[in-house]
């Protein structure tokens, strides 16, 4: 399996001279050692006239988990404005998960804390390095400020 790595992605999209990207370095870079959590199924319940959202408890702890990491690690506003992201994982437990799901979890609990709002990713690049009892987990993490364009 190749070795992957954000600055390594990132150079690579440069080589295919994509005006998305700004040549400087992410405005926010943070890698945590922490086994990644794919975003369930969110329960909608409908009674009457009110409806009600359910968060899996686990989502949740997870959520919980990585904002407290983010604060600790000194990120403090949002980014504003239309931004690219670049996203990997590698975990140890359980079976391998659908990446897009694990790409919502962290995008959600980026909200009003990464990024006002996960609206704002335009470009979004994300892979699972590994999975598996051997492997080291992590979750990585950078984005930049995109033009307008």
């Keep these: 399996m ?3 790595s954000t600055a390594r992605v990132v150079s690579h999209l ?10 400087a370095g ?3 870079w943070w890698r945590g050692e922490l086994q990644p959590v794919p975003l369930h199924r969110s329960r909608v319940v409908f009674r009457g006239r009110r409806v009600w959202s359910h968060l899996e408890p686990a989502d949740q702890v997870y959520r919980d988990e990585l904002r407290t990491l983010w604060r600790a690690s000194g990120i403090r506003a ?3 404005g239309p931004l690219g ?9 359980g079976r391998r998960p659908d990446l897009t799901n694990l790409l919502k ?3 959600d609990a980026g909200n009003g ?19 598996g009892p051997e492997v080291e987990p992590f979750v990585e ?3 930049w400020r995109l033009g307008e364009g």
């Design 2 to 4: 190749p070795e992957f």
């Design 141 to 143: 993490v950078a984005a």
């Design 14 to 23: 440069r080589l295919l001279h994509t005006p998305l990207l700004p040549s």
């Design 78 to 80: 949002p980014l504003r």
């Design 113 to 131: 804390f990464l990024w006002e709002d996960d609206c704002q990713i335009r470009l979004l690049l994300g892979w699972i390095e590994g999975w």
């Design 85 to 93: 992201c670049v996203m990997a994982f590698a975990g140890r437990r």
């Design 105 to 107: 979890a962290v995008e």
């Design 26 to 28: 992410p405005e926010l």
